[in-house]
């Protein structure tokens, strides 16, 4: 309770007790689904300063019942009606354009009158512009906020939240930074990856540098692969034509998987502290060579009893080359990672959802144990947040057999009464606490982009057909040979989940 303390302590400090938060997109699904009930949390665990308004901005005309009802209607059913009503009572709608003077001046006049009416005083004018928008209107709002919403207070600070994507390729990216560079200052900008504010996301850099044992196990040495997957049940179903735009590749992995992975394959910061962290996954990145077509294979699920395929949705273009599963092998070319295949996959329609991080060590060497099966670590970033390791074992009884066994930390086993925050929650927390660690740095946007764009470009000007796969299944049939090139082994013979996770899997 004490940490929690410490929290509000430090929140309360950096703002001077006073903020206003103003959402732009929120008539959204982002706002209604993600950023709304985060700002709820928050305020009900009285982590946000002590004079707080939240502004929601959109196109959208929304009466106050249609805001209320869309800003409630994702929190728990039990949630106490009275914090609910308070919570409210901090929040108020807004209808105006992106690309207007006038609409955002009209928000200025409102921001004004409320910081008078709650008696905001120097240092207490602080403002967080969150964009839960498109990239198209990115700079048009950027823009507005800097020539008419800007707090007057120069004691006050004034922040600007970016959702991902950043741009669509490495032109474009540094096209969106330069522009948007002269508003914001990089101190002042925010880029959301929510997958940072995840907590198993957050427990690798502990994970990794606080245990003695396993530093010197974290290398090429003694690690033969590392894979990093995210798998989707569920498909592009209503949102085909905006996916479309996009695809597998630029939605998650060339952003959640990656800064993943960069967490996973980076060397020791020096400290702890933000820049510390995001020097060396920059440097890490730099390290990491483009991929090459070879190394990756495309999918595209296809209609399967009476789930559609992707092409069946009206809004995605007639033979769509849009890839919806995506394997990607990564090589680092440094000391540590030399030789070892970094694997990122993801997918729609798949078999079952789940995020993991999955370490296969080397194979034993020599005779004695020459035939039992590889060592894994495996972080289950989500559902049911885990950390376990695969060992072998000698099975109980008369028999000198071995067996996979396992040595298991399942949050919601290990720690009573355990409530992680959501990473919205956790992200929008970091915003007010001044803290960057866990967002992307304008650097790491150009590295990363170096390693994908040659190989989005050679997948679209080539015009390289998916694989089909059908939905609800584990990807392309190629999957599996694709895989089996870079060493990787299926560990699950003789291996059983304990059976609380069973039906997690």
């Avoid at 034509?241 to 980076?266: C, K, P, W």
Wanted: charge should be neutral; glycine fraction near 6%; hydrophobic fraction near 35%.
């Amino acid at each position: 309770m004490s940490n929690v303390n410490d929290v509000r302590k430090k929140v309360n400090q950096q703002m001077n007790g006073g903020l206003t938060v103003v959402l732009f997109g929120a008539s959204g699904d982002l706002a209604k689904k993600k950023t709304f009930p985060a700002l709820f949390r928050l305020f009900k665990n009285k982590l946000l300063p002590t004079s707080t308004v939240i502004i929601g901005y959109a196109r959208s005309k929304l009466d106050h019942d249609g805001f209320v009802q869309r800003i409630t209607e994702n929190l728990s059913k039990e949630e106490d009606k009275k914090t609910v009503d308070d919570f409210v009572k901090i929040c108020s709608y807004v209808s105006g354009q992106y690309d207007q003077d006038e609409s955002f001046q009209h928000l200025q006049q409102v921001i004004g009158q409320s910081e008078d009416k709650r008696g905001m005083k120097q240092g207490q004018k602080n403002r967080i512009f969150y964009m839960a928008l498109p990239p198209s209107v990115f700079l048009d709002v950027a823009k507005g906020c800097r020539r008419n919403v800007i707090s007057p207070d120069d004691k006050s600070v004034n922040r600007v939240v970016i959702e991902k994507p950043f741009g669509k390729d490495l032109e474009s990216c540094n096209e969106l930074l330069s522009n948007l560079r002269v508003l914001f200052t990089e101190n002042d900008t925010y880029r959301i990856d929510h997958y940072l504010g995840k907590e198993m996301v957050k427990n690798i850099i502990p994970y990794r540098f606080s245990n003695a044992f396993i530093h010197p196990l974290w290398n090429n040495i003694h690690i033969d692969s590392v894979q990093i997957t995210l798998k989707e049940h569920f498909g592009t179903e209503g949102r085909g034509g905006y996916f479309d735009e996009f695809g597998i590749i630029r939605d998650v992995i060339q952003n959640h998987l990656l800064q993943t992975m960069s967490l996973v394959a980076m060397e020791r910061p020096i400290g702890r502290g933000a820049e510390a962290i995001r020097d060396e996954k920059v440097k890490v990145l730099r390290c990491v060579k483009p991929i090459k077509i070879e190394d990756t294979l495309i999918g595209q699920y296809v209609a399967n009893g009476d789930k559609p395929g992707y092409l069946d949705d009206d809004t995605v273009p007639k033979g769509s080359l849009c890839p919806t599963f995506a394997a990607m092998v990564l090589w680092i070319d440094n000391d540590r990672w030399d030789g070892v295949p970094f694997i990122l996959k993801a997918g729609k329609a798949l078999d079952k959802s789940k995020v993991e991080i999955r370490v296969q060590y080397k194979k034993v060497p020599g005779s004695l144990y020459g035939g039992v099966h590889r060592n894994e670590t495996v972080m289950r970033i989500q559902p049911s947040e885990a950390i376990y390791t695969k060992f072998n074992n000698k099975s109980p009884g008369l028999t000198d057999h071995t067996m996979v066994t396992e040595m298991n930390l399942t949050y919601k086993d290990r720690f009573e009464n355990l409530q992680i925050p959501d990473a919205y929650e956790s992200l929008i927390l970091d915003v007010m606490r001044s803290d960057h660690s866990n967002f992307v740095r304008d650097d790491e946007l150009d590295a990363a982009w170096r390693i994908f764009t040659p190989v989005l470009h050679q997948l679209e000007n080539e015009k390289i057909k998916p694989y089909p796969y059908k939905y609800g299944t584990r990807g392309p049939d190629k999957e599996s040979e694709f895989v089996k090139k870079y060493g990787i082994e299926q560990l699950m013979t003789g291996y059983t989940w304990p059976k609380q996770d069973v039906e997690q899997q």
